[in-house]
């Protein structure tokens, strides 16, 4: 490399770029490979020029090397010879293979003044079968100084060549278009036929006409080919040391600008990532609100059929009083126990059965709801996958751990809390705050029993009362519809209280479980949450020192092309 004063600058100044690009990706969790891109640009300053030989096997790439170099340096054949990279430099001992840290790659040395300060390379066809080998010549692509791509006359610019031509654009490399086999033209116009054809192809990859040669490898290898002695004097022009300096500049600062490029694309896809993932998580509580909602509302329905069960049990006890404090039945009266066990069969009945069961179903209910709420909300993250431009980085790593994280609370919850475990655990909760409020009436048995053990107690102690005022030396006219007024209001207090108490007892257990699940989800997504704040800054942050690094980028890229 020519190295003036101001080149040197140069090379200072790009030094310390790419050394600031590469810390960049790496700090914002570029994938491994394109960090290893920008660690391999600033090596390639420091590195021989590498004039880079690529195209299809069937090209003639083996044999157009060792016509340039006027040596049968590689083996040539019809099917695919080289099964790896050769790196072709100036030595003293002809044919010296020598190796390097990469299995695939040799290096061979040849006593050839052409190779002074250059590296030839060449490598396999970007079309063979074997797909390491495209692979190979694909990953060696962006170390390229220079690029002579090879096509054949008989099958210019294919398919599969104009997508690899494609890569060279992408990593804005300097491309050379040569076309091998012009022998085969036998006339004037197809060789300007096919010329107009390979400049119209790459002037529509590349965006611009590179210089097209049409050689005859086999012409020069058996006397001479004036297609090759124009290649040599486009090549004289541009491995000068001028031009050599400015492409060996040049390169390594259009990788970086491709690096970039990616990272402002995975950016990009991040904040849209982002954005969506703040309106899931918005969903997500609209949600919770909803299935709270719906919980409220299918209570109300339950505590209604508790409501109604007892209603029913009012009017047995009524119709019980107005039968049974009757002088008629006076008999009756004398024997309190007969007429307890008559209250309870007549009145009571089936209402403690009645009300566990009506339990039983309410509890049964609020568990699958909030367990298919559970479930939507694990399906729903599921489907929350990275997408594919934000793939293998490490946003995509974190974000994908915290959402398995959230999906996995959904799982546990899922796992542990069976119907029979959260019911038990709400029956358990409802039961003992049943005992509080009966006055441990309830203590050890269910809730309906313990309703029974509540409403015997009123049976006693409204028939007890009944009893003490009747004897037969102090009946007088009204104590008996006395008696039945006031076992009537007590009855409606005593029914009153029982339905406030279970209405307070269930309301209370219902918001505590759910609260439960909202701890729950909460606990879950907090993570996540400030996942998404802390990205959201991070994005901010490196869209802004993503904005200063390309813009030096292109005042140097610019400077450097003043060079030529």
């Known amino acids: 490399m020519l190295v003036s004063d101001h080149v040197q600058a140069l090379l200072t100044r790009e030094r310390t770029l790419l050394a600031d690009i590469q810390a960049f990706l790496d700090t914002q969790g570029a994938p491994p490979e394109v960090v290893e891109h920008a660690r391999t640009a600033a090596r390639a300053l420091d590195e021989t020029f590498l004039l880079v ?13 060792n016509a340039l170099l006027g040596a049968q340096v590689l083996p040539e054949g019809v099917t695919p010879t080289t099964d790896r990279i050769y790196v072709l430099v100036h030595g003293e001992k002809p044919g010296q293979m020598e190796p390097t840290r990469d299995p695939f790659v040799s290096r061979l040395t040849y006593p050839l003044p052409s190779l002074e300060g250059v590296a030839l390379v060449d490598t396999p066809g970007t079309n063979a079968i074997i797909r390491q080998h495209q692979a190979l010549t694909e990953g060696f692509l962006p170390r390229a100084d220079l690029v002579l791509f090879l096509t054949s006359a008989d099958r210019p610019f294919t398919e599969s060549e104009r997508q690899f031509l494609s890569l060279a654009a ?114 997500l509580e609209a949600q919770r609100e909803r299935h709270r909602e719906t919980m409220h509302g299918e209570l109300d329905g339950q505590l209604n059929r508790v409501s109604r069960l007892l209603a029913e049990f009012e009017v047995r006890a009524d119709r019980f009083i107005d039968d049974k404090l009757r002088f008629s039945n006076i008999r009756g009266l004398i024997n309190p126990r007969d007429l ?21 179903s309410m509890i049964d209910r609020f568990v699958e709801a909030n367990l298919h709420f559970w479930e939507d909300v694990q399906a729903f993250l599921i489907r929350r996958q990275p997408s594919s431009e934000v793939a293998r980085t490490r ?140 990205e959201q800054a991070r994005l901010a942050g490196a869209q802004t020192r993503a904005a200063t690094l390309r813009a030096e980028l292109d005042g140097l890229k610019a400077e450097v092309g003043g060079l030529g």
């Open 53 to 65: 030989v690529v195209g299809e096997f069937n090209a003639g790439k083996s044999s157009f090397v």
């Open 340 to 360: 307890e066990d008559a209250f309870r069969r007549e009145a009571v009945a089936d209402l403690p059965d009645a009300i566990d069961r009506q339990f039983g």
């Open 395 to 534: 946003f995509s790593y974190d974000r994908g751990a915290l959402l398995e994280g959230i999906a996995g609370s959904a799982r546990e919850h899922l796992e542990l809390t069976t119907e029979q475990e959260l019911g038990r655990q709400l029956s358990q909760d409802a039961e003992d705050a049943m005992k509080g409020a009966v006055g441990g009436l309830a203590g050890g048995i269910g809730i309906g029993a313990g309703i029974g053990a509540l409403i015997g107690a009123s049976a006693l102690d409204f028939t007890g009362g009944i009893l003490a005022g009747l004897t037969l030396g102090s009946l007088g006219l009204f104590v008996l519809p006395n008696k039945r007024l006031q076992a009537h209001r007590h009855l409606r207090a005593k029914v009153a209280a029982l339905r406030e108490a279970l209405e307070r007892i269930v309301r209370r257990e219902y918001e505590r479980e759910q609260e439960r699940a909202d701890a729950r989800l909460r606990d879950a997504i907090s993570p996540y949450t400030r996942f998404t704040e802390q």
């Open 170 to 283: 992408r990593w804005g490399r300097s491309v050379i278009m040569v076309v091998n086999k012009a022998d085969l033209l036998e006339t004037p116009e197809q060789k300007a036929q096919v010329r107009e054809f390979v400049e119209a192809g790459a002037r529509g990859v590349l965006g611009l006409t590179p210089p097209v040669l049409l050689i005859s490898a086999r012409g020069e290898q058996r006397g001479g080919d004036p297609g090759f002695l124009a290649l040599r004097e486009v090549l004289k022009m541009r491995l000068s040391e001028t031009e050599r300096t400015r492409l060996k500049l040049q390169g390594p600062l259009n990788t970086a600008a491709e690096l970039l490029n990616g990272e402002e694309t995975r950016a990009d896809a991040a904040r849209t990532t982002l954005k969506e993932d703040l309106v899931i998580l918005s969903d």
